[in-house]
């Protein structure tokens, strides 16, 4: 690539956290007119890289150019101003507040010093929502008129708006609809024609391989290596990502396995107070791994929380056959051994402020518990069990949850139902946002766990995921169920996908 | 179409104040209990509702961002008397009377909004104890004398045509600052979420101190009515001043409700309103004091509960609607 190109540069940078090794002499150059893709393993500093460069927080020593100029945001404001836009993981949007307000939140003075104009305000953010092709919403309504997908499309629209000469997009594409990924992916190639730059965080091999032109692996803070378009195969990026063969089944070997004929868990004529599920039936088996898939709005989640006791029933029921009763409440779930992983786990799974041990032991007392007492020998064996067997990246038991990464965050909230031994488990989405090598992890865990009889349903909007693991499949559309597959049967990916769409 | 929305919101915003005052009309009526809502008792309900709507004004503005000033009723009391006495010794008259009280009232919110900014404590306690500091300094000057300005021609303020005038000021330049202005758009998104507000640039402090001053204004205001009303603030001590904020919650929470309608600021004066007519009415009604009391803490409590639960009447709907549409696709799978 001719150095005339080139619009960012690090050299030698690292960033610590305490005794952690966040990023440790980084050196990487971001050229115009190309899409660079960012992988590694959950904590590998993709995030922390794009974070330091976009002014969010500063590095502990190295050096970074912007266009050939020493580059030291003292801010993000400050990053932004320079022309580093960045989409972030977390909802970046204010409830309460229009969708106008919110793509100009902070730059209200571009309407007025101290009288706003909200006529010229609404217009313009119809201007922002219509160039990045967010059509049929009108600016002027709250922010709570949309879902969480279209929401995060407003926060692309108000950092699109801003011109950035660098777009970094961390890890975006999993917040998204279909429909939002195709915007996105418009928004990366059309950066790229005007000689602009685009930095890719993303989990999705298949999604980089296709986008990016450049494909840079870090790997526990350590620039690996930086792949071509030519040189992107996934048996390669997948060895440089974790630093050894993957050996082993990456999904599960074995459908030999006749499904048992015991139902443990039926679902008859369900319609959910919210969300799309309705007149809906299933039944789970004993040692079955049983898969939900659908598009995004077609009710697989509500379907999972309806399964844990979460969600209001306005019809229907969810009948444990192991006791003959009815779950109707998370209490009454837990109670018959139930494990539930939400989607949302930063509102749902976890409580942020609060510490790994305790994140994980509030699933789990009454399986440690000594009468009235816990010892805190128990409690330690198992919480460090725990993060051992499931690799959780972080300084000790005692960090706060919201200092971890996404994919780390997530094995926490695994984490908390596995060691209470679920009987059946219900996992929506277990694997997003999780690094590949993670992710072969916890797909052994649940294979394990089928082995051992215990009962999964397992939500997912990863196709290959499903296909990979489920002893049967159904696919839900507009809420009701469109079509069934079993393995026996043969479990085609055009199929599944004609009959959900 | 836009007049018809117009139309309804103007509606809503006047439904409430007119349903209650009907009922104690018709109440009063049929108990034989006579001059509810009329001559001096419209004259009651009117500096009632104006002082309320004042002081729920200046709670609102820092409670909607999660900011409990407790010391609301002392600046109230501190302002008051400093300022009446400066006033009064200068001899400027009414408008000397309200610039000095609301100057005095609008420096004293500066410093609890700058000293909440720098101490970075939690808001209840800082306003705790810069309660009990105003409350001491308004005993310590003039010998705890407070201010006595009984007959004094500077109070003006209580009258009726004062109070609308000083009602439809306040209300509009509230609805600006509201609605208008970076003040307001910033509180708004700081009330919303305010991690991602001060990440993209809203100064917090800066808007937190400015909601102080504001409060502070309103408190200022709110004093001279209570002066003009009464003739005398007395200085409080044992966090007492907290009795001049106590009529503020049920007009808030009715603004809560009804703002959507209008704008926070007018639905917090509806509110007002309708406190100012149910306290008139249980008086006409002959309800105790004490009574009267239970009776008010029960209303709030009512729209407390209505405002949190509110939306399931809405849910009731959707779901009625959902159902339709189950039964509908079952019938169609037949």
Known sequence: ?501 | MKLAKIGKNIGMTLVLPAAVYLFFLLLCNATGHTGFGVGNDLITIIYNAVYAGLVAQAMAINVTTGRFDYAIGAELVLATILGGNLANTLGWGPIGLLLCVVLIAAAIGAISGLVYTALKLPPMVVSVGLAMIYEAVAFMYNKAKGVCLIGNPMLVFAKTGMSLILTVVVLAVLVVIYDYTKIGYNRRALQGGQKIAVDVGINEKRNAVYCYVIAGVMMGLAGCMYLSKNGVVAPETGLGSASYFMSAFLPMFIGGIFAKYSSYPVAIFMGAVVQAIITSGLQKLGVSNSLQTVLNGMIVCAFLIYSSNSYKLVEAQLFREKLAKAKAARQAAL
């Open chain 1, 1 to 501: 690539m001719q150095e005339d190109k080139l619009i960012v540069e690090t050299r030698q940078l690292c960033k610590n956290f305490g005794p952690t090794v966040a990023l440790n002499n980084v050196s990487i150059k971001i050229y115009r007119g190309q899409i660079t893709g960012l992988i590694g393993e959950n904590g590998s500093g993709k995030s922390t890289i794009t974070s330091i460069l976009s002014g969010m927080q500063p590095p502990t020593s190295g050096e970074m150019f912007f266009k050939g100029k020493p580059h030291h945001p003292a801010s993000m404001i400050e990053g932004a101003e320079l022309g580093i836009g960045m989409i972030v993981q977390e909802q970046g949007t204010v409830p309460g507040i229009s969708i106008a307000e919110n793509i100009f939140l902070g730059e209200e003075k571009k309407f007025g010093k101290l009288f706003i104009n909200r006529s010229a305000m609404i217009k313009e953010a119809q201007k922002a929502l219509d160039a990045i092709g967010f059509t049929g919403v009108d600016a002027s309504a709250p922010i709570e008129s949309l879902n969480m997908q279209d929401r995060k499309l407003v926060e692309i629209a108000k950092t699109v708006y801003a011109n950035p000469e660098v777009l970094v997009v961390d890890e975006t594409t999993t917040a998204l609809s279909q429909k939002g990924r195709e915007i996105i992916y418009g928004i990366m190639r059309k950066m790229r024609d005007e000689d602009k730059a685009v930095i890719f965080i993303s989990h999705d091999l298949e999604e980089l391989m296709e986008t990016c032109d450049t494909l840079t692996v870090l790997r526990d803070g350590v620039l690996i290596t930086t792949l071509s378009k030519e040189e992107m195969n996934e048996d390669v990026i997948k060895r440089c990502m974790v630093g050894r063969e993957m050996t082993g089944d990456y999904y599960r070997a074995d459908f030999s396995e006749p499904i048992s004929d015991e139902v443990v868990l039926r679902m008859k004529d369900v319609t959910t107070a919210f969300g799309m599920l309705m007149n809906f039936s299933m039944e789970l088996h004993k040692g079955e791994i049983l898969g939900i898939g659908g598009l995004s709005h077609c009710g697989m989640h509500e379907l999972g929380k309806a399964l844990f006791g979460e969600m209001k029933l306005l019809e229907g029921e969810v009948l444990d056959l192991r006791y003959n009763e009815p779950i109707s409440s998370p209490k009454q779930a837990l109670k018959r051994g139930y494990g539930y992983v939400s989607k949302d786990r930063d509102k749902e799974a976890l409580v942020l402020t609060a510490s790994i041990a305790d994140n994980i032991l509030a699933a789990g007392f009454d399986k440690i518990q000594r009468g009235p007492f816990l010892l805190p020998s128990d409690t330690k064996k198992y919480i460090n069990g725990l993060i051992r067997d499931l690799s959780i990246k972080c300084a000790s038991p005692k960090q706060d949850v919201q200092y971890l990464s996404g994919g780390n965050k997530q094995k926490v909230v695994f984490g908390k139902w596995v060691g209470r031994g679920c009987d059946i488990l219900v996992l929506d989405c277990p694997t997003r946002g999780v690094d590949i090598g993670v992710k072969a992890a916890m797909y052994q865990l649940i294979d394990k766990m089928r082995r051992e009889g215990k009962s999964i349903v397992m939500i997912s909007e990863e196709l290959t995921e499903l296909i990979g693991m489920c002893d049967r499949l159904l696919v839900l559309k507009d809420g009701q169920l469109a079509g069934e597959f079993t393995h026996a049967g043969g479990m085609n990916e055009n199929q599944i996908i004609d009959v959900m769409i």
